[in-house]
């Protein structure tokens, strides 16, 4: 009876609480609109006006959908008023196709300056602490970027390097002009012997048989025009290159010690090459052109078929193989300065370029160590607001095979926050797949299972120590007789660091605990769940065969997988000896 009392009476009260005055109800009703609609203003300025429209869009869709625009004025102002279902990234889309990343929350009031000639660059901001965090991300970005344009401006009014890339500009060409001449020096002598020792087989007691003259004359005429021609290109070559530098005037004296450790050396053997050409083939040269005029002479008149005249001619032509008698030794002291000089001249390039290279890598290394710190710098304020989902518009600047443990940090940040978020949900699933979470560089991903006697073992418990995590099981041929080479190795590197966490694969206690006394298994590091395939730790660690091992170094990271035998103790012995 007083139980039915009291529900009838709690009933009552229940219709009296319902019946709300007529304003509460309209209230509750303007309250639940107000808070759907969850709008974020954006007042704006463009800077350098060259758009008319502007649209809020999700930045990672392309379905057109808009939240909110608004036209740009003709002073660049805009105001835009968007409904915001959650934080997330979104664009301003304009009317020309560019648009500007960033995050928004909802119940904004965003004041916001771009510039329309350069959209990345936030001018100045207020009321958005993501947009204020990607206005300093981005001048920290554009920095680190100018600094090589910095570094190449320095580099190009470098004063040095200005000497030592004029030098090898002009000194090349003199170089190739020197080794074509080269050729024309050794043409010369060798066509002067050949000369000789022709005009020699067909002279027997300074006569010739009247039988060889036209032989005598025709062969040793084409002789006679070979040295003219070799000589005279020679002479070409020497006229061209002091059109292009001597190398001995106008010099630099601030690089003094250059000249005369290289250059001078390189002209100096130059010198010799050229006083023997001179002093032996100049009026040499000069003889063999008066015999050629006389001959075309003879040809243009029809005489030289004479016999006078031939006689004439081959006269000339023994004359001519016996003005240099010592062709050869000339050949071989001409050949002996030409391969010094090429050294000293391929040395004298060799040296400009080395000294380039070095001021160059003064520059490289000042540049680097900026860069580097700069970029410890952005990958430090990316940490510092890693829950902040503008960090994602950043993170790939830093590429992950580089930088696993900033993005996994930074992504495991950002789905504790924001789990539902695509790109967030996206790259954390990613980022927590075996095959990521294991590969070299990463953290390795921590275990903690039971040894035979029950103890839990954490694999954490191990940092500060070399270790080889091995997964095998007493079934496992393969892994069996692998292991015989890491308790060599254990023995080998243990005293200075090296421990093993072996985790098995058994689903038999029995014969996991007798085949670790059977192999002499000594380390203390021994666990298993006995689930065979079903291991939670083969899992974590994505292994799919075994024997699989997994070397991490003293600070928890990955350093390479599945070493065996030899290549496990090269390993090691690049880390400890």
């Given at each position: 009876m007083?139980?039915?009392l009291?529900?009838?009476?709690?009933?009552?009260?229940?219709?009296?609480?319902?019946?709300?005055p007529?304003?509460?109800?309209?209230?509750?009703?303007?309250?639940?609109l107000?808070?759907?609609?969850?709008k974020t203003?954006?007042?704006?300025k463009?800077e350098?006006?060259?758009?008319?429209?502007v649209?809020?869009q999700?930045?990672y869709k392309?379905?057109?959908?808009?939240f909110g625009s608004?036209?740009?004025?003709?002073?660049g102002?805009f105001?835009?008023t968007a409904?915001?279902p959650?934080?997330?990234?979104?664009?301003l889309?304009f009317?020309d196709?560019?648009?500007?990343?960033m995050?928004?929350?909802?119940?904004?009031?965003?004041?916001?300056?771009?510039?329309c000639?350069?959209l990345?660059?936030?001018?100045?901001?207020?009321?958005?602490p993501?947009i204020?965090f990607?206005k300093?991300?981005?001048?920290?970005v554009?920095y680190?970027e100018k600094?090589l344009d910095?570094?190449?401006?320095?580099?190009?009014t470098?004063k040095n390097?200005?000497?030592?890339?004029?030098?090898?500009?002009q000194f090349?060409?003199y170089?190739?002009?020197?080794?074509?001449?080269?050729e024309f020096c050794i043409?010369t002598?060798k066509?002067?012997?050949s000369?000789r020792?022709f005009?020699?087989?067909?002279v027997?007691k300074?006569k010739i048989?009247?039988?060889?003259?036209d032989?005598?004359?025709?062969?040793g005429?084409n002789?006679?025009?070979?040295?003219?021609?070799n000589?005279?290109?020679?002479?070409?070559?020497m006229q061209?290159?002091s059109?292009?530098n001597?190398f001995?005037?106008?010099?630099?004296?601030?690089?003094?010690?250059?000249?005369e450790?290289?250059?001078?050396?390189?002209?100096?053997?130059?010198?010799?090459r050229?006083?023997?050409?001179q002093t032996?083939?100049?009026?040499?040269s000069a003889?063999?052109q008066?015999?050629l005029?006389?001959r075309?002479s003879?040809?243009?008149?029809?005489?030289s078929?004479?016999?006078?005249e031939?006689?004439?001619?081959?006269?000339?032509?023994?004359?001519?193989s016996?003005?240099?008698?010592?062709?050869?030794?000339i050949?071989n002291?001409?050949?002996k300065?030409?391969?010094?000089?090429?050294g000293?001249?391929?040395?004298?390039?060799?040296?400009?370029?080395r000294n380039?290279?070095t001021i160059?890598?003064k520059?490289?290394?000042?540049f680097?160590?900026?860069?580097?710190k700069r970029?410890t710098?952005?990958?430090n304020y990316?940490?510092?607001?890693?829950?902040?989902l503008?960090?994602?518009?950043?993170?790939d600047?830093f590429p992950r095979d580089k930088?696993?443990?900033?993005?996994s940090e930074?992504i495991?940040?950002?789905y504790e926050?924001?789990?539902?978020?695509?790109i967030v949900a996206?790259?954390?699933k990613?980022?927590?797949?075996?095959?990521?979470?294991t590969s070299?560089?990463?953290?390795?991903?921590?275990l903690?299972?039971?040894?035979?006697e029950?103890?839990i073992?954490?694999l954490?418990?191990?940092?500060?120590?070399?270790?080889?995590?091995?997964?095998?099981?007493?079934w496992c041929r393969?892994c069996?007789i692998e292991?015989p080479n890491?308790?060599?190795?254990?023995?080998?590197?243990?005293?200075?660091?090296?421990?093993?966490?072996?985790?098995?694969?058994?689903?038999d206690k029995a014969s996991?605990v007798k085949a670790i006394?059977?192999?002499?298994?000594?380390?203390p590091?021994?666990?298993?769940?006995?689930?065979?395939?079903?291991s939670?730790?083969?899992?974590?660690?994505?292994?799919?065969?075994?024997?699989?091992?997994?070397?991490i170094g003293?600070d928890g990271?990955?350093?390479?997988?599945?070493?065996r035998?030899?290549?496990?103790e090269?390993a090691?012995?690049e880390?400890?000896?």
């Amino acid at each position: 009876m007083h139980k039915n009392l009291i529900i009838i009476e709690s009933s009552a009260k229940a219709k009296t609480a319902h019946r709300l005055p007529l304003t509460a109800f309209l209230f509750l009703v303007f309250c639940s609109l107000t808070a759907f609609a969850q709008k974020t203003t954006i007042t704006g300025k463009i800077e350098n006006i060259c758009f008319e429209q502007v649209d809020l869009q999700l930045l990672y869709k392309e379905d057109g959908v808009s939240f909110g625009s608004a036209k740009i004025n003709t002073d660049g102002t805009f105001k835009l008023t968007a409904n915001i279902p959650q934080t997330d990234l979104y664009k301003l889309v304009f009317n020309d196709g560019q648009h500007f990343m960033m995050c928004l929350s909802p119940n904004q009031n965003i004041e916001l300056t771009l510039d329309c000639e350069d959209l990345p660059m936030i001018l100045s901001v207020k009321g958005s602490p993501s947009i204020a965090f990607c206005k300093t991300a981005s001048e920290m970005v554009r920095y680190r970027e100018k600094l090589l344009d910095s570094v190449n401006r320095a580099l190009q009014t470098d004063k040095n390097v200005q000497f030592y890339n004029e030098f090898q500009s002009q000194f090349k060409p003199y170089f190739d002009a020197n080794t074509d001449a080269n050729e024309f020096c050794i043409a010369t002598a060798k066509s002067t012997d050949s000369l000789r020792k022709f005009v020699n087989s067909k002279v027997i007691k300074g006569k010739i048989d009247g039988k060889d003259i036209d032989v005598l004359i025709y062969i040793g005429s084409n002789l006679l025009k070979e040295i003219f021609t070799n000589y005279s290109k020679y002479t070409s070559y020497m006229q061209s290159m002091s059109l292009l530098n001597d190398f001995k005037t106008n010099r630099n004296q601030k690089f003094k010690g250059f000249y005369e450790s290289s250059v001078d050396k390189y002209l100096e053997f130059l010198e010799q090459r050229n006083t023997t050409m001179q002093t032996n083939f100049s009026a040499f040269s000069a003889q063999i052109q008066n015999y050629l005029l006389l001959r075309d002479s003879l040809q243009i008149n029809d005489l030289s078929g004479k016999k006078k005249e031939k006689e004439l001619l081959s006269v000339k032509i023994i004359e001519l193989s016996n003005v240099i008698s010592n062709a050869k030794e000339i050949e071989n002291s001409l050949s002996k300065a030409i391969q010094v000089a090429d050294g000293y001249g391929k040395y004298t390039q060799q040296e400009a370029q080395r000294n380039a290279s070095t001021i160059v890598q003064k520059y490289q290394k000042s540049f680097d160590t900026e860069y580097e710190k700069r970029n410890t710098a952005l990958a430090n304020y990316l940490l510092a607001n890693k829950d902040d989902l503008s960090v994602l518009m950043f993170i790939d600047m830093f590429p992950r095979d580089k930088n696993q443990a900033l993005q996994s940090e930074i992504i495991r940040a950002l789905y504790e926050k924001y789990p539902k978020q695509p790109i967030v949900a996206e790259r954390y699933k990613k980022e927590t797949s075996s095959a990521t979470s294991t590969s070299v560089g990463a953290m390795a991903p921590d275990l903690a299972f039971e040894n035979p006697e029950g103890k839990i073992m954490k694999l954490s418990d191990l940092r500060g120590k070399v270790v080889l995590l091995d997964f095998w099981a007493s079934w496992c041929r393969p892994c069996r007789i692998e292991n015989p080479n890491v308790v060599k190795t254990y023995h080998k590197y243990h005293d200075k660091g090296f421990e093993v966490y072996s985790v098995s694969l058994d689903r038999d206690k029995a014969s996991w605990v007798k085949a670790i006394e059977a192999d002499g298994l000594i380390w203390p590091n021994h666990v298993s769940d006995l689930g065979f395939w079903q291991s939670q730790a083969a899992k974590i660690y994505g292994v799919s065969a075994i024997p699989a091992t997994f070397l991490i170094g003293k600070d928890g990271r990955i350093i390479a997988k599945n070493l065996r035998g030899a290549a496990l103790e090269n390993a090691l012995k690049e880390l400890f000896d």
